[in-house]
């Protein structure tokens, strides 16, 4: 059964750091890795979407791997702004449904 | 476009009530589905549809029922409430099942 790992499950760095967010699954069968953003009292908002066949993608300043073979995806957030704090979660997507993390929630400090 | 919206934000419950989270979205997605998110887990999958007039059961279906009569509409209905039920849920949807998710603002449910 895949499960789907996200350490630590807090973070908090300085404004204007470069960081990386960790998620480890342990079923490399996955179609696609997806990092989401939730804010506090808020739905999930879609990051990024790695397909199995790709090693990463990129949206401004987010960067997201995936590592089948290891079975890890990064998230990398280059210069963090006090706006970016936030939980982040990923999910790998099973054959019939997405197995999330419990999120790492991230505060960057002015 | 409005996207994913639920009806309520907030609701509390006595153990044994019903009730039914509504979730509609204008995306014409054919994808729709309901989790749960409790505090240090993960979203778990109640029920989902892949279209109107098929639904089916995802990892904690119990004390639940769906139905998708039309594209736009996956209604949650809580058949008789119980404190573990206590929860924040989340409809979600996409074009396809494995698609990017759109998530609606959630309902936090209170079962006393």
């Known amino acids: 059964k895949q499960e789907v790992t996200q350490i630590p499950a807090a973070l908090s760095v300085p404004e204007g750091e470069n960081l990386v967010l960790n998620c480890s699954f342990t079923?490399?069968?996955?179609?696609?890795l997806q990092w989401f953003r939730q804010d506090p009292g808020k739905g999930l908002t879609s990051l990024l979407l790695i397909q199995s066949s790709q090693r990463e993608q990129t949206s401004g300043r987010l960067n997201a791997s995936l590592d089948k073979s290891s079975g890890r995806s990064t998230l990398y957030i280059a210069a963090s702004q006090p706006g970016d704090s936030a939980t982040y979660l990923c999910?790998?997507?099973?054959?019939?449904?997405?197995?999330w993390g419990a999120g790492t929630k991230l505060i960057i400090k002015p | 476009n409005a996207g994913v919206t639920q009806t309520p934000k907030f609701q509390v419950l006595k153990t044994g009530q019903s009730m039914t989270l509504q979730c509609a979205q204008d995306?014409?997605?054919?994808?729709m589905s309901w989790y749960r998110q409790d505090p240090g887990m993960g979203l778990r999958l109640i029920h989902y549809s892949v279209g109107a007039g098929i639904t089916d059961q995802g990892e904690v279906p119990n004390g639940y029922n769906v139905s998708r009569s039309t594209t736009e509409d996956f209604p949650l209905r809580l058949l008789s409430a119980a404190p573990s039920q206590t929860s924040v849920y989340f409809c979600a949807s996409s074009p396809q099942r494995r698609d990017t998710q759109y998530f609606g603002p959630g309902t936090r449910l209170t079962v006393l």
């Open positions: 999910a790998g997507q099973s054959n019939y449904q997405l197995i």
């Open positions: 079923d490399s069968a996955i179609y696609n």
């Open positions: 995306m014409n997605h054919e994808y």
